[in-house]
């Protein structure tokens, strides 16, 4: 497997069939959460961009795919940062953000003050579009290794 790692679903799962839902669940998420990335972008809902940021990074860590949940944690922020800056943004909403952001690791803060564009978005939305390509290519070569 080129990007998948399956260690910490084979510590929780005890057979085959248990893998195999999780990965297929897995290939199912990759699309949708492409397609409302890319939507939600074209709309520049930072809202929910964040969201879905956010729901994306949990699945993908589950699949060993550090490199892509560090980049969907800085797109979560990013996200919600751009969302607190928008001149209709809904106070609550900005002070929940505020404090997640004020939490942040200090190097973090700095690239998302140094990146706070539409480019670096969609960078991020484009380095989980081919993450995801490699992903679903790692399942389908599971899935054909287990049909064999």
């Known amino acids: 497997m080129k990007v998948v790692d399956l260690t910490y679903i084979r510590s929780i799962a005890d057979d085959a069939s248990t893998i195999a839902s999780f990965m297929s669940i ?32 949990s699945s993908i860590v589950s699949m060993g ?9 800085r797109l979560e922020m990013l996200a919600k940062q751009l969302y607190v800056e928008l001149p209709l943004a809904l106070p609550n909403i900005v002070e929940t953000y ?23 978005v969609e960078q991020l939305i484009n380095f989980y579009k081919s993450q995801a390509k490699l992903a679903k290519a790692d399942l389908v070569e599971f899935f054909e290794s287990k049909c064999n």
């Open 26 to 57: 897995f290939n199912e998420q990759l699309v949708e959460f492409e397609i409302a990335l890319d939507e939600e972008f074209s709309r520049r809902n930072w809202r929910r961009v964040s969201e879905i940021a956010h729901k994306a990074k």
């Open 65 to 73: 795919m550090k490199d892509l949940a560090d980049s969907m944690k």
């Open 98 to 120: 505020k404090a997640q952001l004020d939490g942040l690791p200090d190097d973090l803060k700095q690239w998302i003050s140094s990146n706070k564009t539409l480019d670096a």
